[in-house]
């Protein structure tokens, strides 16, 4: 039988690439894409792509980008009558950092000029030293968090923890890298809280399985579930893995967007320096961020970073030589990434408009957190906690016993059948919780607050109208449910 199979035949791929799922991209989205083919009007909330969705470019980056990607124009005595002398200015700058334009390789750890201003944000925003030399520019953040559990996954022995409900990239990463994911439960009751004990039961859960547990993940603030952790929440799972010696990886892509004031953003870093030695010396921790999330949404343009804290010198120069193969990450994400890390300053000619259009945005981005959540809750058997940051919101749906026996005959898994029937009847595209991991029995969908604040009642009451028929058809007549 193996004689006659190719390398590439179905059968005989590796079978990592076969059990890797990644739902954002799964069976709803391609049904949504072949609906949207037939003529439907589709919105695709199931991925958190603004720009896809209406959100405008800013303009100062592109104005940058623009002048960097076509430089003749820097030569057109006209220029400054079409851009800011402050844009002009940047682009010289940018030009600068680089050996031959956008269109040269850069080296693999990205442009040192920008990894500099990286470390500089670091700086303003944590109240601590950073290093460029531990920066590494990467091809958004996904490209980074892939990197690292490379290094850190040697076998299916090894484990990762990850918050569940959790974004598939690390299920999928882990799957494909042939490690093990060793999943902790995030408390839907308590706003989709850490407790430190579920952590602790996780970890001995999986010694007991003979698993070396390696690294913890944290998505701050979460993905799909929208909290911010509170700074006391932080020191415990820094203590945590200093106790049991594991790597933390902070993926920290939403910090701008926060749409409530009791909890700000705080990131690992600064409550592990404000910790103090020895343990701020202990914690070997990688940060990670993007130009894909915030008020900038550039997520076609693939830029990111990730800072190490007490990583071995060898280590790093190990990481190195993998981004190596690589050869460069995209150098124009990288102009994106230092323009979002310096950007226009108080008095710079662009700066009222640059914060004119960031502050719009977020503001916006409140709102429609406010209506959206406010929308699910207003529901028959859906209840949903506030989107406190990020851009989603992950709502349960409490599923009807007919609508689980249905879902049965027709060979889905419960919040899958109930996504497909809310597609097909509105063109609203979300993803099922089960694509991001959830307690037995308990069913949730993921859809972002992305869409244009002016369509969002429409689309609110669409699935309003889809869920009370969809309640009323599979109902077993329990009413309004509350957790």
Known sequence: ?????????????????????????????????????EGKKIIFTNVGNPHALGQKPLTFPRQVVALCQAPFLLDDPNIGMIFPADAIARAKHYLS??????????????????????????????????????????????????????????????????????????SATISLLGGTLVPYYLEESENWGLDVNNLRQSVAQARSQGITVRAMVIINPGNPTGQCLSEANLREILRFC?????????????????????????????????????????????????VSKGYWGECGQRGGYFEMTNI?????????????IALSPNVSAQIFMGLMVSPPKPGDISHDQFVRESKGILES??????????????CKNVVCNFTEGAMYSFPQIKLPSKA???????????????????????????????????????????????????????IMDSFKKFNDEFMSQYGDNFGYSRM
């Open 1 to 37: 039988m193996e004689m006659s199979l190719k390398a590439l035949d179905y059968e005989s791929l590796n079978e990592n690439v076969k059990n890797c799922q990644y739902a954002v991209r799964g069976e709803l989205y391609l049904r949504a894409s072949e609906l949207q083919k």
């Open 97 to 170: 950092l680089t050996s031959g334009g956008l269109g040269a390789y850069s080296d693999s750890r990205g442009l040192p000029g920008v990894r500099k201003e990286v470390a500089e944000f670091i700086e303003r925003r944590d109240g601590y030293p950073s290093d460029p030399e531990l920066i590494f520019l990467t091809d958004g953040a996904s490209k980074g968090v892939m990197q690292i559990l490379n290094c850190v996954i040697r076998s299916q022995k090894d484990g990762i923890l990850v918050p569940v409900p959790q974004y598939p990239l690390y």
């Open 242 to 290: 200093c106790d049991e010696r594991l790597v933390l990886l902070g993926d920290e892509v939403y910090q701008q967007n926060i749409y409530q004031d009791e909890r700000p953003f705080i990131s690992s870093k600064k409550v592990l320096m404000d910790m103090r030695a020895p343990i701020s010396k202990e914690v070997q921790l990688i940060s990670f961020h993007t």
């Open 312 to 324: 071995p010198p060898r280590t790093v120069e190990e990481i190195y030589k993998v981004a190596s």
């Open 365 to 378: 981005l409140r709102r429609r957190a406010r209506m959206m959540t406010d929308g699910f809750n207003s």
């Open 404 to 458: 689980i026996e249905a879902a049965k005959q027709a060979g889905k898994v419960p919040d899958v059948f109930y996504c497909l029937k809310l597609l097909e009847a509105t063109g609203i595209s979300t993803v099922p919780g089960s694509g991001f991991g959830q307690k037995e029995g308990v069913f949730h969908l993921r859809t972002t607050i992305l869409p244009a604040e002016e369509e969002m009642p429409e």
